[in-house]
């Protein structure tokens, strides 16, 4: 059951960060950035997807992750990307909810902002290195 939902996990997050990383950062690299109308619900709606599979997979892969020199299937670089998964993701997620917050001026939502957009381009490209990790074993 376990391993189900591991699955389950990481098919939800990369599910949706193709969903967020075409919406998001296709925008910006197309130079349709700020987001704006359909694009935008699509991304806003893809973000709770993004955030409940990455807590099951930070839940259910952890173990199997760690550096303690068992007899895990991974490799070092893919339990080193998986940790970077979650800390980048974590980053987003915080990053794109705190602008929410009455507690920063413009500036520091300017600043959450582009931390969201450079930790979400970490997060894209540990996503796809890692699934090319996982494919290659």
């Known amino acids: 059951m376990k391993l189900g939902w591991g699955k389950l996990a ?25 987001m704006t109308h359909w694009v935008l619900m699509l ?18 892969w952890a173990a199997r992750s760690r550096f303690d020199g068992d007899s895990s299937q991974q490799g070092c670089a893919a339990k080193a990307l998986f940790w970077l998964i979650l800390l980048s993701g974590l980053v ?25 957009r450079y930790s979400a381009m970490v997060l894209t490209a540990a996503v796809v290195l890692h699934f090319i990790a996982r494919t290659k074993r």
């Not at 949706?16 to 700020?34: E, K, Q």
């Not at 991304?43 to 259910?60: D, I, M, N, R």
């Open 43 to 60: 991304h806003v709606s893809a973000a709770p997807l993004f955030a409940l599979g990455l807590a099951l997979l930070s839940l259910t």
């Open 92 to 116: 987003v997620i915080l990053s794109g909810v705190l602008p929410m917050t009455p507690l920063f001026g413009t500036h520091g939502q300017h600043t959450l902002y582009l931390t969201h």
């Open 10 to 34: 990481y098919a939800a997050v990369l599910v949706s960060v193709v969903v967020l990383t075409i919406s998001g950062i296709g925008t910006f690299a197309l130079g349709n950035a700020p």
